[in-house]
């Protein structure tokens, strides 16, 4: 019954399903002006750096490459480099050594990862730049939910109590605020399926998604 | 887990939620319970102070207008001999001081003191007795003499008192004789003195 909606909230990264906010357009237009070689996008997980890198490669694919291992590096595009903690250390030195030549590197990785990265004499004395994602704001979550619900015709299923509640547990996380609700509308369609007495996101319900999720 | 496990795991942390709430409110009651029955325990304490301070303050104030009523200038009845009433008792006690010339020399501030140490004077009974024939036989000077004399032994007896004030009556001095039954009137209540006072007074 509520396929659709469920969908909206499924762990992806979709490009289409874009939600503009305060701290997004900030951290794009740094990325856009820098003119440092090495930069560093550090950001909690789920913060949505992988994101912004989709972002960034789907409006200006003239601008930007993904980095691939074994692709060739085009001139005059800058290098995007998602969950780069993954890089071993060979990797890492390799690319800060292209860095020297004039390009510029995206490094997308875990907050403490990168502050353990930067401090590392080779890069530490070199032209960085750190740019950090920061999570949503109530209101910009309220917006964002309510905007889903709004499209797939549920608007009343959510009110103002349940989406504090929720942002209270994720603290503007992106991808914690999805799987929330993405718990809590599956067990809500259980109910409505089942015909029991759950026919709204309540308290109940939403405190029935967190135990699952074992944040309460 | 499945809906009904967690709807179930839901159900049973509420359950436990309300009951300590519930807990922790009967506390507060029982709490506020009892600080409130100390607060009028105390105030309680302190009105019966207010009470009795005000009670004593009260009690003083009203011995103190008795005794402003009560007390004349002497605290002690005095005897007959010690009230100035004329010249006449003057000579009499004059009379007597001839006869108690060895005490002289003893310092004393009245002459009736010298009388009262003398064992000379008889009983309250046979001045008493001595007085009223006295009187009987209208020798009003001697009914005094001996009235004064039984008074000497026992001042508080009205019977000299009464005697005196008759024989003074009877020798013309009315106010005199009203004066001493109004000063043993002021110490002691007596029927008899109230009486005379009033058949005084009515001639």
């Not at chain 1, 856009?32 to 694919?61: A, D, E, V």
């Not at chain 1, 929720?166 to 914690?176: D, E, M, V």
């Not at chain 2, 006449?88 to 010298?114: A, M």
């Amino acid at each position: 019954m509520l396929n659709k909606l469920i969908n909206e909230f499924r762990d992806t990264v979709n490009i289409d399903d874009f939600f503009s906010y305060f701290n997004f357009e900030i951290v794009k237009e740094e990325i856009i002006s820098s003119k440092n070689n090495l930069i560093f996008l550090l950001g909690s997980p789920g913060s949505g750096k992988t994101f912004m890198i989709n972002y960034l490669l789907n409006k200006f694919p003239d601008k930007y490459q993904k980095f691939e291992r074994d692709d060739k590096i085009e001139k005059g595009k800058t290098l995007l480099i998602d969950e780069a903690q993954l890089l071993n250390d060979e990797e890492i030195e390799k690319l800060r050594v292209l860095s020297d030549t004039g390009v510029q590197v995206l490094f997308a990785m875990h907050e403490k990862e990168g502050e353990n990265i930067i401090k590392k004499p080779q890069f530490y004395s070199r032209y960085y730049q750190k740019i950090y994602m920061k999570p949503l704001n109530y209101e910009e979550f309220e917006k964002y939910a309510v905007k889903k619900f709004e499209k797939n015709g549920y608007p009343e299923i959510i009110d103002k109590k349940i989406t504090k509640k929720i942002y209270k547990y994720s603290k503007g996380n992106f991808r914690l605020s999805k799987k929330i609700l993405f718990t809590a509308l599956n067990l809500l369609d259980f109910s409505l399926r089942n015909k029991l007495k759950y026919k709204k996101l309540d308290k109940c319900i939403l405190e029935m998604a967190l135990i699952d999720l074992e944040l309460k | 887990m499945t809906f009904y496990e967690l709807e179930n795991i839901c159900k049973k942390r509420k359950r436990k939620i309300r009951i300590i709430l519930l807990f922790v409110f009967v506390l507060l009651m029982i709490l506020l319970y009892f600080g409130w029955k100390a607060v009028l325990l105390e105030e309680n304490k302190q009105s019966k102070k207010t009470i009795k301070k005000t009670v004593n303050k009260i009690k003083k104030k009203e011995i103190k207008r008795k005794q402003k009523i009560q007390k004349p200038q002497n605290t002690k009845l005095l005897p007959l001999i010690d009230l100035e009433l004329n010249e006449r008792i003057k000579r009499t006690v004059k009379i007597k001081k001839e006869k108690s010339v060895k005490t002289k020399k003893e310092k004393t501030n009245t002459k009736q003191k010298d009388i009262l140490q003398s064992s000379n004077i008889p009983s309250f009974k046979t001045c008493i007795n001595l007085a009223k024939k006295y009187f009987e036989m209208q020798d009003y000077k001697n009914a005094l003499k001996w009235a004064k004399l039984a008074n000497i032994q026992n001042k508080k007896n009205p019977a000299s008192w009464i005697l005196s004030a008759k024989a003074l009556y009877k020798q013309g001095k009315k106010e005199e004789a009203l004066k001493l039954l109004k000063i043993y009137n002021t110490y002691y209540n007596n029927n008899e003195i109230k009486k005379l006072i009033k058949e005084i007074n009515e001639n």
